[in-house]
């Protein structure tokens, strides 16, 4: 699964974080493994035993540590080289990293064993063409403003660190429905209280009328 | 957060209510003041502003504030403890409208909390009904589906894996999202099973499976998706078994990268456990391999051969032609790291194939990308082996000088560890590598000095033909003085000082040896390794001496030696060396004492040179190198002083033995060889029946303190003779325990072997104390470490012994000495010991990390067994063993009597048959040992299995 995707300035700033069930490595928890059972996959007990304990999530101080850490990795390399890195050390055995290095911005994807090197590269591709056409010419700029919009593309695209879409047209889609359906829902009784607010959300209304 | 001026307390203002920040806004505030303390600043504002704003009864206030809330949280880290997202999210939850509604679940989703993840399970209620298909009536089905989209969301994200029984009392409510075959209901699915199997498995596993066979190819690939993230590795892929056939029909079926992919990753986990299935999914497998056009699934299908289908060859042979081409990607740096990282996943069953892609692998070694790098460098090393370890290592040292220091070291590290494994059983010709390991300490940007100094020693210690060209590797050191300002090269100048001192009967030129010793520069060197140096010095100059009084003697010459200039040089120049580059010392004397080392001239001159260089050294203030001067100043002082008698009193003949006397004594101070000691031979003595450590320890309690002060000793010198690389400490070593040394002369350097047990309990209780699990253990792990051995054996002078060859020496070596070794005396519990003997020679002997020294100690059958005992001896009863190597045979006489009498006959014979000159014998004997090998091992082609 994809562990986390992550979108870092050249300033180390991040612009998006996204953790999907990651776990700090732990020598300790990792050598406690249910012993293996060869019984069959209806014995529902058995089937229970098997999977590892559940996720403790990284405590949110951790994050700043992991972007810089993966930041430092990142500004080693550099540019025209494989976009792979293992990342054994700081995100747990087995995690590869792929990355694309565009204007002012990385982008990220940290992944495990289950992930596909190369597919996982076509999948930071789509995911920054979705960018781009959502944002038309994406800027670090884009990024920064559009905290939900982000959020929003990123979850069309991936699912508790599951792909589950891979086309940038469907994505598109997806999202700009998602904006037709909020704007149907604000219509009846938003007041914007901030003037800055407002004005932008006339802009927005008024880019968005061809569409509706 | 308090430091703005609204603050929580007072009511919010109506100004502040109306005019509230939106996310914009903040982010805008936060760009405008760059800095980390202007951010630092806007954002604790921001905070204390939504504090306030959280708690508004207002929806749109609340949520803007909760989405500013989010955004510091998620990507300024700001402290969120006093701010918990949960609760104003869990309310928003429910808001009607949609924007509120998304931003809550964001909220949740993002926040990982623990404040944050006790409070979700109040949302249980609302993603319930998010979840279930009864829409409001107002909202369309478009708005129902997003709903739910979020709920899943939620469900999946590591908050709510993290949130107590969320997924437990919602895995119903994916059931039917399951049967629709939603993409999103599957992931998410996945992630409610992985959280919390035991609740999940029974009501999601078999409508997840079923999706598997979905004819919406959207279904089954979130399907295989799932299945391939649920059997990942820490999680057994067994009872993913019964999916086989749904799988096998999507590999044959689906038109999906993404699915296939997914599908081939599963069996590459569940071939190993059902071995029917490889064969089954061989042949679409290999015809994905020809006929897929996408890189990533090329890839995937090779690996999955190389990891999961090794047993067919054909398969295999296409992967690596696939791989191949990915390694000649020249454009695309990623297809060439993926190639290597494949032809890595080889077995070594086609190690031949890696060969044949040498020549990329090694070009890509001067690739820019780091990873592609590291990735050949781990390549080639994986295909080193005893036939083309020069070629390699040569090539890699050659690389050395190209590369960044970084990598230069990487590269210098791994040569290092691949000749060093296993003690060298890599390495055939130690002449190479004492050169090579003398060439890499050159290399620019060498920062290995520790390990190249460690081998060096352990080199030298272990394998005694090499010693003459160690001892010119060294040379070559020392006389540089360039290295003396590398900071990273003191361990091996260290370790090189101490050769030319420990093997100093092989030098060519020892009066360039004392002059590179003591050439001014040392004065740069960390006192540690300058107390080495001037001990080197010592060793030198006694030989030096013991030498020239034994030519002397020999030629019956007049013996009206002074230590004059005027004496004349009667011997043969025997060795014209060139001149070294340094020494402002050289005086006119110079080039003449350089024709011969051992004439006058020369050893006045070393002695002058020493007196003017390690004099001053006198008064220094760090005593390692203070006693070290005071030590060899003194034993030049006592020379001089004899022959300052002699030359005022030439009629006393008296003179000339006292000096030939002195020198013999110092000299048979430093003649006694070093050698390596195993770190587990004292836990190899196994607990016998009946003996009850705890009471004797308290019996023994005496005899114990009596003999107080030599564990120390021993224990002192024990790990460092192991390492062998800790030089400072070889005068402890040398002059300390002087019975140690004798016995380890007489046992060819080989302690505690497999006959250790023997009397050991008697006679010293305490080293038995920490046995009775550990030594299990490292007796088991001594096991592996035998079965590895054999396979892992090479011929070459490294002596690991194949547990073999060492069965039968201690078969031998026990019918052999049985009869001699005065059975009838054997008590009872010698009797229990020799069983557990036989039981465990095998793994001590496997694991000893003697080398040559250890074969021969094998070999000689007499000696293997048994010489350990007097080791104990040492260890136990002998006050006198930390004097002087000097007194070692009084001590020896000493041995004897404190022995109790019936292992006193026995320790004799042993000691007897165990001498120096079987050493030597030894020494051929395992040459030709080492030429049979091949044919005692059956197993040798195995061998590479472990070793690639």
């Known amino acids: 699964m994809i562990q986390v995707v992550m979108v870092i300035s050249t300033q180390v700033k991040p612009r998006l974080l996204k953790f999907y069930s990651f776990q700090v490595p732990n020598p300790l928890l990792s050598s406690i493994q249910a012993p293996p059972s060869p019984l069959s996959f209806f014995n529902t007990q058995q089937v229970l035993g098997q999977f590892p304990h559940p996720d403790q999530p990284l405590a949110p101080e951790k994050h700043q540590d992991l972007v810089r850490s993966v930041f430092q990795l990142l500004s080693a390399r550099p540019n025209s080289v494989s976009s792979f890195v293992k990342v054994d050390s700081v995100f747990g055995p087995g995690t590869k990293m792929v990355y694309k290095h565009l204007a002012t911005l990385y982008f990220v994807f940290i992944f495990d064993s289950s992930e596909n090197e190369l597919a996982m590269l076509d999948l930071l591709q789509v995911f920054v063409e979705t960018l781009d056409r959502c944002f038309k010419n994406v800027c670090e700029l884009d990024d920064v403003c559009n905290f939900n919009k982000l959020h929003t593309i990123l979850d069309e695209m991936i699912l508790g660190g599951q792909v589950i879409e891979t086309s940038s047209e469907q994505i598109v889609k997806s999202v700009e429905e998602i904006e037709r359906l909020e704007k149907q829902s604000s219509t009846t009784s938003f007041i914007p209280k901030s003037i800055t607010e407002r004005f932008t959300r006339k802009l927005s209304l008024i880019s968005l009328t061809p569409n509706i | ?948």
Request: net charge negative; proline share 7%.
């Open chain 2, 1 to 948: 957060m308090a430091s703005t001026p609204a603050a929580p307390a007072v009511a919010p203002s109506l100004v502040d209510t109306l005019f509230q920040r939106s996310l914009n806004d903040l982010i805008k505030s936060l760009r405008a003041d760059a800095s980390a303390a202007g951010e630092a600043a806007a954002v604790a504002r921001a905070l204390s502003e939504i504090h306030r704003e959280i708690r508004a009864p207002d929806a749109a206030t609340k949520s803007v504030a909760l989405q500013k809330l989010t955004y510091l949280s998620s990507l300024h880290f700001a402290p969120v403890a006093s701010h918990p997202l949960a609760f104003p999210a869990i309310e928003l939850l429910a808001s009607p409208h949609l924007p509120h509604k998304r931003l809550a679940y964001l909220a949740a989703s993002l926040s990982l909390h623990p404040a944050s993840l006790s409070l979700l399970p109040l949302a249980t209620h609302q993603l319930h009904k998010d979840l279930s298909p009864s829409p409001s009536p107002s909202a369309g089905a478009a708005h129902q589906r997003h709903v739910s989209a979020l709920a899943l969301q939620l469900l999946a994200s590591p908050a709510a894996a993290a949130a107590p029984d969320l997924p437990v009392h919602l895995a119903h409510d994916l059931v039917p999202h399951l049967a629709r075959g939603s993409p999103r209901a599957i992931a998410a699915a996945a992630r409610v099973i992985a959280a919390s199997p035991s609740a999940a498995v029974p009501v999601l596993f078999k409508p997840l499976a079923a999706c598997l066979a979905s004819p919406d190819p959207r279904a089954s690939t979130a399907a295989a998706a799932a299945f391939c993230d649920l059997s990942a590795p820490p999680a057994d892929a067994t009872p993913f078994l019964p999916l086989a056939p749904d799988l096998y029909n999507l590999l044959t079926t689906s038109r999906s990268n993404w699915a296939l992919i997914k599908v081939l990753k599963v069996f590459a986990r569940l071939a190993p456990l059902e071995p029917r299935l490889a064969a089954r999914i061989v042949d679409p497998v290999c015809q994905l391999l020809t006929r897929s056009g996408a890189m990533s699934l090329t890839f995937e299908c090779i690996r999955t051969v190389l990891t999961a289908l090794p047993a067919h060859d054909a398969a295999v042979r296409l992967a690596i032609g696939k791989a191949k081409e990915f390694i000649a990607a020249d454009d695309d740096p990623n297809l060439r790291y993926l190639g290597l990282l494949a032809v890595g996943m080889l077995g070594p069953a086609y190690a031949s194939t890696v060969h044949d892609c040498q020549d990329a692998i090694a070009k890509s070694l001067g690739d820019a990308d780091t990873n592609i790098r590291q990735e050949a460098l781990h390549l080639i090393m994986g295909m080193v082996n005893e036939n083309n370890v020069m070629d390699i290592a040569g090539m890699l040292i050659g690389h050395v000088a190209k590369s960044d220091p970084e990598f230069a070291n990487d590269i210098l590290g791994a040569v290092l560890a691949a000749c060093g494994h296993n003690v060298y059983e890599m390495v055939v010709d130690f002449d190479w590598y004492v050169s090579l390991l003398a060439d890499m300490a050159r290399t620019l940007h060498c920062a290995q000095g520790d390990e190249i100094g460690r081998q060096l020693v352990d080199v030298g210690l272990r394998v005694q033909d090499t010693r003459p060209e160690l001892v010119r590797s060294a040379r070559t050191l020392l006389i540089d003085p360039a290295l003396l300002g590398n900071h990273f090269l003191f361990p091996v100048l260290s370790a090189a000082a101490w050769v030319s001192g420990e093997y100093v009967d092989l030098t060519k030129d020892p009066v360039e040896l004392v002059e590179a010793l003591l050439q001014p520069r040392t004065g740069l060197l960390p006192i540690s390794v300058r107390a080495v140096y001037i001990h080197a010095v010592f060793k030198v100059i006694t030989w030096c001496f013991s030498v020239y009084v034994g030519r002397l003697g020999d030629s019956g010459m007049a013996m009206d030696v002074t230590f004059d200039r005027s004496a004349a040089d009667q011997t043969v120049s025997l060795d014209s060396n060139v001149a070294l580059g340094s020494g402002e010392e050289q005086g006119i004397g110079a080039s003449t004492v350089r024709k011969d080392p051992f004439s006058h001239e020369s050893i006045l001159y070393m002695i002058d040179l020493i007196q003017t260089t390690v004099g001053p050294l006198i008064n220094c203030n760090e005593v390692e190198v203070q006693d070290r001067a005071h030590n060899l100043i003194g034993f030049v002082h006592l020379v001089r002083e004899i022959q300052e008698l002699n030359k005022t009193k030439v009629a006393d003949g008296d003179k000339p033995s006292r000096l030939e006397e002195l020198v013999k004594t110092m000299r048979t101070v430093f003649c006694q060889e070093l050698g390596p000691v195993s770190v587990n031979a004292q836990m190899k003595v196994a607990l016998p029946d009946g003996l009850i450590l705890n009471e004797n320890l308290v019996e023994l309690a005496g005899m114990v303190s009596e003999d107080d002060s030599t564990p120390s000793t021993s224990i002192f010198f024990y790990p460092c003779s192991r390492h062998s690389v800790d030089t400072r400490d070889e005068p402890a070593v040398s002059i300390g325990s002087s019975s140690l040394s004798e016995h380890r002369k007489r046992h060819g350097l080989f302690y505690l072997q497999t006959g250790k047990t023997e009397d050991e309990p008697n006679d010293y209780p305490q080293a038995n104390d920490s046995l009775p699990s550990s030594s299990n253990n490292s007796v088991n792990d001594d096991k592996l470490k035998t079965a590895e051995l054999v396979f892992g054996r090479k011929k070459s002078t490294a002596t690991k012994s194949r547990p073999k060859v060492v069965k039968l020496d201690t078969e031998d070596f026990l019918s052999s000495m049985m009869p001699s070794a005065n059975v009838p005396k054997e008590d009872p519990l010698s009797g229990a010991l020799r069983d557990v003997l036989l039981g465990s020679d095998a793994k001590a002997l496997s694991s000893q990390r003697t080398s040559d020294i250890n074969l021969e100690g094998m070999l000689n059958k007499t000696s293997s067994n048994e010489s350990s005992t007097p080791r104990i001896e040492n260890l136990g009863s002998h006050p006198a063993s930390h004097s002087s190597r000097t007194s070692k045979q009084q001590n020896h006489d000493k041995e004897k009597g404190a022995n109790p009498a019936e292992s006193d006959g026995k320790e004799q014979r042993k000691h007897r048959s165990s001498g120096r000159s079987g050493h030597r014998q030894g020494k051929h004997k395992h040459r030709e040992k080492s030429s049979t090998q091949p044919d005692t091992v059956p197993q040798a082609p195995v061998i590479q299995d472990f070793l690639l």
